[in-house]
DNA sequence: AGCCTCAAAGTTGTCAGACCAATTCCGGCA
DNA sequence: TGCCGGAATTGGTCTGACAACTTTGAGGCT
């Protein structure tokens, strides 16, 4: 027995132009491009689809748009991420603005709660392992230089793998480019988020304990001075 | 003083195509187009830019494949969502297939939780009695039919709402619509997440309370009967 | 041999014009 | 009034051409 949830599909491409746009997301899945790689020329893939340039320039704009691919004019267009037929793009629309890092720190902080619950459910002894060592270094170069920014950014990073789920990796990843951006240039103050240091240790014996609710409650510790520390430099 | 955090941008669309795409952008944030509404024309835009007709159909695959308008072959380019120069995209790529959708409610699980506890914390009058008014409706439908799917949808969406925070909506809507794509044409069993019922009720309750920590927790109640049918449903 | 210069080839970016396909609009007809 | 059919409008695609830029490699110089 069934019933109708609600929801609707609707065309959104027309057929040459999305069947093209399949046919490259197939050849991507296919072959053993790397990110980095070189994809074949426009007008190669217009013969090889028998479309006319203009379609296949609308699909690499369309790739273009997600972040598949990047093109550079007398180049060649280059893979950026590898990519199926079956995978999925939620293009995500944020305001600029105060209002807008604002927001984004928001959802990121329900999005790296979670990692650290998954993490403290899910890691493994290498997992603690890795995750220990990146928590020696940063503390290590806090107590020696006063700031750890890509140590700690190396810490979190071990902790989202933990997790067991990558979209934790790419989600959080890209946001905190988009907050760097956001920022302006990607400086900050010496001692930016120092407060939240000690938290850290405390995220990673709860994740060592296997004990999601602290992994959670750390977390929001963490993450509750970095917000503080965010919204006192936008001011 | 300052400090190197970590982060790098990078060019990747040419003039022309870039000054259109901030013109389009510009055009939107400035007018009083609503989503649904009709763009100009190709050749009109065109004209008005004194770019050609293939750079202006580049811009518009662009802004569609960023969600933001939609072409409809004889009739128009419509928005979609509004947009502004300062709006930034974070596509991201989910995996398909099983694998896909689980990694995907673990990233819901973190969302909803969230959007949850800020409702809860900022919720106002107006929020809570909309949020009751699509409780009271999904209740009836419930008791009448068993099951209250579109109603269950729209309870959720006026606690997203509440949340204050768009970016939360966004998501959450187009995780939906994924997981639903992936379920195959969005029919369920009638009885599907019918457990999770009498928690939609404590869930209002919390945050009518403004209890953050209460609207998290029977929001992870609500999701683990949820995860549980649909992990029985994709064996 | 090793390095520099520079022209040729290759590639993306953009334009113009044409035609097709789907939709919409509007006037005439019953 | 209501229906119908053709004209106008609009997005979809192809073709060919040229511009702008990068890469490559041959040739010459030291």
């Not at 197939?26 to 090889?48: V, W």
């Not at 810490?155 to 988009?178: C, K, T, W």
């Not at 405390?202 to 296997?210: N, R």
Request: proline share 4%; glycine share 6%.
């Amino acid at each position: 027995m069934e019933a109708e949830w609600g929801s609707q599909a609707r065309r959104v491409t027309s057929a040459r132009t999305s069947g093209a746009m399949r046919a490259v997301a197939e050849y991507i899945g296919r072959s053993d491009l790397q990110p980095g790689d070189c994809l074949p020329p426009e007008r190669e893939l217009m013969a090889e689809l028998s479309v006319g340039r203009s379609t296949i320039r609308e699909v690499i704009r369309h790739w273009q748009a997600l972040g598949v691919v990047e093109s550079r004019r007398g180049s060649g267009t280059y893979l950026l991420r590898r990519i199926s037929p079956e995978t999925m793009h939620l293009p995500l629309a944020v305001d600029g603005g105060r209002n807008g890092l604002l927001q984004m720190l928001e959802v990121r902080r329900g999005l790296e709660v979670e990692a650290s619950a998954l993490a403290a459910m899910r890691a493994r002894a290498a997992d603690l392992e890795r995750i220990e060592s990146k928590l020696l270094i940063m503390e290590a170069v806090h107590r020696e230089k006063g700031c750890a920014g890509p140590e700690d950014l190396a810490f979190h990073l071990s902790v989202y793998d933990a997790s067991g789920n990558p979209i934790f990796n790419q989600l959080l990843s890209q946001m905190r480019e988009s907050v760097q951006i956001l920022f302006g240039m990607s400086r900050v103050r010496v001692d930016f988020a120092a407060r939240s240091f000690p938290f850290h240790r405390k995220l990673f014996e709860a994740i060592a304990a296997k004990d999601p609710d602290a992994a959670r409650a750390n977390t929001l510790s963490i993450l509750a001075i970095v917000e503080e520390d965010i919204k006192d430099m936008i001011r």
